[in-house]
């Protein structure tokens, strides 16, 4: 009996630690979404400018993604348990700070520490986890599990918020955090346990500060060119950024020890997983949000039955992620690659029928259908990168699958957003800078209130053909060009050993 109890309670203990972790993953990737039904609200109390609320949707994403893969280097090197414990910690103290925010500038600033503070416990909960389970195939089904919390906290972020603003004021979006945060403080030190430190290397500083400044600066110019036109104020930050980029990646190959090996996208199973881990975030995320703005403001629906029309298609996306592996060892990644990217072409190409007169039976179908594609997204991204490589670098392979989530959601806010904001200065009636703000103005005529819904709405059906044909592009060109031998999954159990002579999707020992 003891030997019995001795051999049951470490897999009790792991999966135990497994649901622990999951209450900061769930909160970090629903914050990336829960504001797409808020901002509305959000701007009728605050009035933030056009750029200002653009950076109160996508600061945490950009900070999340811009420090995900030095945070999972700090984690190899200085300890999983104790990153973790810290930035759970710092996540509640920025969650409360949004939550009682003044004004949209120091919303914005809480919202980057919430970043900042996702950014340390996404790779280092990754890595806990692969520690946990030293069986292979148990560890693909935790993996499975973590991927679509993951995916399900994406997911359902719109629809909790929908529900929270119904019945509390907006902050409330943010409160809901705090609990969470508390449970895990009191439960990790008891059910996880500290991974040893495995990299005695520095970290670049140089290289997080240059990547994260040139992503900034380059994505300030985008939207400054689409809020207002082209300016010295917007074109010299985008030069400074952009060089800082280069830079950024020349640095990378004469390190020993790179944030990012950028040779690895020389494999092009590799390069097409993280596209595939970006683009559909990108267009998940810019459509949820422009949606959520045109059921509201276009439609005059309540923000309770917004949040329920986006629900059918969490389910699926849900779903999808967690049945993705058992499909996957079936028909092999390709397929599973191609499929994620037709699926998201076509929801997105059923967001063209929607009207200023009416449009939700579209907008359902639409995220059921792309739900499908999200879902293989989340689950072939995270699977090839923790599965394929030894476990004191899964924090630094975790953060990769995890930037290319992040930086795609936060991109597709930044540059599709950009896109149907540009489209409404460009055609709009020129009265105030975004639909909002326009239906605010006393004494609206009808007929400019009618020409801003118009344009609204043909700037999201601008943003649904460029993403979908973004997609079915890198779809055929995924059946065309990625080879079948890509088939197997790498997180059932191979060896590291196997992986030697092939590229990994992750950063280089």
């Not at 600066?217 to 800082?244: C, D, W």
């Not at 059921?295 to 629906?301: D, I, N, P, T």
């Not at 499908?372 to 689950?379: E, M």
């Not at 790498?490 to 020992?509: A, I, K, M, Q, W």
């Amino acid at each position: 009996m003891s030997r019995q109890h001795a051999h049951t309670s470490p897999a009790l203990r792991a999966w135990l630690g497994l649901v622990a972790i999951l209450g900061p993953v769930l909160l970090v990737s629903m914050d990336g979404s829960i504001l797409f039904l808020a901002m509305p609200r959000i701007s009728q109390e605050l009035t933030p400018t056009a750029d200002q609320a653009l950076w109160i949707l996508d600061v945490y994403g950009f900070a999340v993604g811009s420090l995900l893969i030095a945070f999972g280097n700090l984690g190899d090197r200085y300890g999983r348990l104790k990153l973790l414990m810290i930035g759970a910690t710092a996540f509640g103290i920025g969650s409360a700070g949004a939550a009682f925010a003044p004004g949209p500038e120091l919303l914005i600033v809480a919202r980057a520490l919430m970043g900042v503070a996702g950014a340390t416990l996404l790779p280092s909960a990754l890595a806990v986890l692969s520690e946990l389970f030293a069986d292979p195939r148990r560890r693909a089904r935790a993996i499975g599990v973590f991927a679509a919390a993951f995916a399900a906290g994406f997911a359902i972020g719109p629809v909790v918020g929908g529900v929270l603003l119904e019945r509390f004021w907006w902050g409330s979006v943010f409160l809901i955090n705090l609990p969470v945060v508390a449970l895990f403080l009191l439960l990790a030190p008891t059910l996880l346990r500290e991974v040893p430190a495995a990299r005695p290397d520095r970290l670049d500083g140089l290289s997080v500060v240059t990547s994260a400044a040139g992503l900034l600066l380059v994505i300030h110019a985008l939207k400054h060119a689409a809020a207002e036109g082209l300016s010295a104020a917007g074109v010299v930050p985008g030069i400074a950024g952009a060089a800082l980029l280069v830079w950024f990646a020349r640095r990378q190959r004469g390190l020993r020890h790179p944030l990012v090996d950028f040779s690895l996208f020389r494999d092009r199973v590799f390069t097409v997983a993280i596209v595939t881990g970006l683009l559909p975030l990108a267009a998940w995320s810019a459509t949820a949000y422009l949606a959520g703005v045109y059921l509201q403001s276009v439609l005059g629906l309540p923000v309770l039955r917004a949040a329920l029309l986006a629900l059918p298609g969490a389910v699926v996306l849900t779903v999808t992620c967690v049945v993705t592996p058992f499909v996957v060892d079936r028909v092999g990644k390709r397929a599973a690659l191609a499929v994620c990217h037709f699926s998201v072409t076509a929801g997105l190409l059923l967001l063209l029928p929607t009207a200023v007169t009416g449009g939700t039976g579209w907008y359902v179908a639409s995220t059921v259908v792309a739900g499908v594609g999200y879902g293989i997204c989340f689950s072939v991204v995270a699977d090839t990168a923790v599965g394929a490589v030894p476990p004191e670098r899964a924090g630094s392979a975790g953060a990769i699958a995890e930037t290319s989530n992040e930086l795609g959601n936060a991109l597709g806010i930044a540059l599709l957003g950009s896109l149907a904001a540009l489209v409404f200065r460009l055609q709009g009636p020129d009265l105030a800078p975004t639909l909002g703000e326009t239906l605010q103005l006393p004494d609206l005529a009808p007929a400019a209130a009618l020409r801003a819904k118009t344009t609204f709405v043909t700037g999201l059906h601008v943003v649904a053909v460029v993403a979908g044909v973004l997609h079915l592009a890198l779809g055929v060109f995924t059946l065309r060009r990625v080879p079948g031998s890509a088939a197997p999954r790498t997180g059932s159990g191979v060896r590291h050993g196997d992986h030697e002579g092939r590229r990994s999707s992750t950063v280089r020992p």
